[in-house]
């Protein structure tokens, strides 16, 4: 993995990008590429990079070139297929300098133009500089595992992996964008184009642009789809668990052999990790080390089920304890690489758990992100299907019961109160509603709009976010089944957005270390994706076909186990003994209303009932809260009260300075 950056004159009479500037922005971006950097620059364009060393070390340096030095490239991301590619250009007649997946890149750029995107299996988000056409192509791969941002500015255009690189140059405004805010207070993160700020875009997962005499023309090169019922695969659940064995077997093996540098893996406990280090212990002969959140808190603590793995892997491991108080320490710096506000504590631990990976000389990890989106594997799956069961005999008491046998490994579960249950399973009951299976999360997480400032969320409220989100479902959806419309809103916001995002990419790369998912390789999601729903979610047992794919890999005890989503203390993070510095001064009625974006007197308010309980006891909803609330006011404090910290400009390995 790497940061990459870069300017783009939108007129010809505009002066050539400044070094200076350029260096700043990579100086911004060294934590995602500490080994190298350098940058390309003619007239009208710059493209600069920092590198993370993982395929061909010795000679991938960028920006890179084709031959003629007529396009130029500046990429974060790994393509696993490159050398089966690089063997199809290679008898075409392309010649190739280095070993990298880099150049395979710019050749099959060369070669198929922008449909080369089609043929990548990988996780990227690149710039391609045509001079030839004076155009820069802009690329971003299939679920958004790698982040690409950019804006128009002053008569250019800039890109770059983070935002606080776009923000280097301290005339780009800094705002919040209300809408962008609206959707994390419902979602969990924003949904691209937006982002939180005022004038700052994503590129959307999948597509990519074309940017020309300063317009930019976005287009999809891959679109999330499921099968109508005529579609769907007709196999039976033997051949289908197989076929899927396979599939991952395959991307596993390829995430694990496809580096010139040691690879490690997450052990979480859970099924998917399990089996992905499972896999690379009995089918590839990579020494395997793993590496483990353990919590103080026995609430989230998963440890039994990871030392068990460890003696059945027999693999070299370290794990690192997390307490309430590391993560309320480390929170503001955490939110630093989120560049957003987020409504749970999970990403700090992941963020000390990548620092313990960098720590032990390792630079990469695979993890089993994907899989529950995937496969149906999230509460929420279940949940929705249980809803439809009740939405059928509303009146029906023993209908009910069957609530009770949702989130069995949550301590304050729902389940347990009956009573409360019900008026929660049962509220949004129109199953005509293509946002059934998450108008109740959508529902409970906008009680945060209650926390803002009355005219905040006025402006806030100008968009109705979800119902712009139901419009842009594609017009086949009526045609799925419901879970498969389930499956498309998660991956289109809580995976992109929230977990391959500010849990995934910003956690990983703040310590310089890239993740790989086996669970996203695009043949093993184009194959789950035709899978009959019944396969996935068969009754209330989420990823029925994983498990009996890979029934012989793990003890039976983690393939049986209750699901137990990743989860970290919240509230008691910032209130479990003293409260940290920072959380006071951000919570003090003064800054809050020169934020302007909460009501000062219910912060007060909810700031005494955690201080009192000292964070213990709090309701989910109370616990969402104080997150979003410090979250916000730190975003607030690193990016708009003051420039982001400038970090020293790198001194460029690779320079190709053309500009005249």
């Known amino acids: 993995m790497c940061g990459i950056c870069g300017i783009v004159n939108n007129h010809k009479d505009n002066s050539p990008p400044e070094v200076p500037l350029l260096l700043q922005m990579m100086g911004s971006l060294t934590h995602r590429g500490p080994d190298s950097s350098g940058y390309y620059r003619d007239n009208l364009a710059a493209l600069a990079h920092t590198r993370l060393a993982i395929i061909d070390v010795s000679d991938g340096a960028q920006p890179l070139s084709n031959e003629d030095k007529t396009i130029w490239i500046t990429f974060n991301g790994e393509i696993f297929n490159y050398i089966e590619l690089a063997e199809i250009l ?336 049962t509220k949004a009951m129109d199953p005509s509603d293509p946002g059934f299976s998450h108008r109740p999360r959508w529902n409970t997480t906008s009680s945060l709009l209650l926390m803002v400032s009355p005219d905040f969320r006025e402006e806030m409220t100008n968009t109705d976010v979800t119902r712009e989100l139901l419009d842009s479902l594609p017009p086949e959806h009526t045609a799925w089944d419901s879970l498969f419309r389930s499956q498309y809103l998660e991956m289109v916001t809580l995976l992109s957005g929230y977990i391959l995002s500010a849990q995934g990419d910003r956690m990983l790369m703040a310590n310089s270390v890239e993740g790989r998912f086996p669970f996203l390789d695009c043949n093993l999601v184009e194959f789950a994706n035709q899978l009959p729903a019944h396969h996935k979610l068969l009754a209330l047992d989420e990823k029925h076909i994983l498990k009996k794919a890979c029934k012989d890999l793990v003890p039976s005890s983690v393939l049986t186990r209750s699901k137990q989503p990743y989860r970290a203390p919240d509230a008691a993070s910032f209130f479990f003994a003293k409260t940290p510095e920072w959380v006071d001064h951000l919570t003090d009625e003064e800054a809050v209303k020169k934020a302007g974006i909460f009501n000062s007197q219910a912060v007060s308010k909810l700031v005494y009932k955690c201080k009192k309980a000292k964070g213990h006891s709090m309701s989910n909803t109370d616990n969402m809260r104080i997150t979003a609330i410090l979250s916000t006011m730190l975003t607030h404090h690193y990016f708009i009260e003051s420039n982001p910290p400038q970090q020293s400009p790198p001194r460029p390995q690779t320079v190709i300075d053309l500009a005249g």
């Open 90 to 425: 290679k008898k075409s007649g392309h010649k190739f300098r280095t070993k990298s997946d880099t150049e395979v890149i710019v050749h099959a750029y060369e070669e198929w133009g922008v449909s080369c995107f089609n043929k990548f299996n990988g996780q990227w988000a690149l710039a391609l500089w045509d001079k030839r056409k004076n155009t820069l192509i802009l690329s971003r791969d299939r679920h958004g595992i790698r982040p690409l941002y950019y804006t128009f500015h002053n008569k250019r255009f800039y890109f770059a992996s983070e935002m606080k690189a776009i923000f280097s140059d301290t005339t780009v405004k800094r705002e919040f964008d209300p809408s962008g805010l609206h959707q994390v207070f419902t979602f969990w993160s924003p949904v691209a184009p937006r982002t939180v700020f005022k004038g700052i875009f994503e590129l959307k997962p999948g597509h990519f642009g074309c940017l020309k005499n300063g317009r930019l023309e976005e287009e999809a090169s891959f679109t999330l789809r499921f099968p109508e019922k005529k579609e769907i695969n007709r196999k039976s659940l033997e051949e289908n668990a197989e076929e899927l064995r396979h599939h991952l077997l395959t991307a596993s093996k390829l995430r694990f052999t496809r580096s010139d540098v040691p690879v490690g893996a997450y052990l979480s406990g859970g099924l998917d990790s399990s089996i992905s280090s499972a896999i690379v212990s009995r089918f590839t002969d990579t020494p395997l080390k793993t590496f483990s959140i353990r919590f103080t808190d026995p609430e989230f603590d998963e440890g039994t089920y990871q030392n068990e793995m460890v003696r059945y892997l027999g693999t070299e491991h370290r794990d690192v304890a997390v307490s309430q108080g590391d993560i309320g320490s480390i929170f503001p710096e955490v939110i630093r690489h989120t560049e957003r506000p987020i409504l749970r504590t999970a990403p700090a631990p992941l963020f000390l758990l990548s620092k313990l990976v960098r720590e032990s000389g390792y630079k990469v990890v695979v993890t089993g992100e994907g899989a529950d989106e995937v496969l149906a594997g999230y509460d929420i799956f279940r949940e929705e299907k249980v809803r439809r069961f009740l939405a059928r005999g509303p009146l029906s008491e023993k209908r009910d019961e069957i609530i009770l046998s949702l989130y069995p490994w949550m301590a304050r579960s729902p389940g347990k109160i009956p009573a409360f249950a019900k008026a929660f399973f």
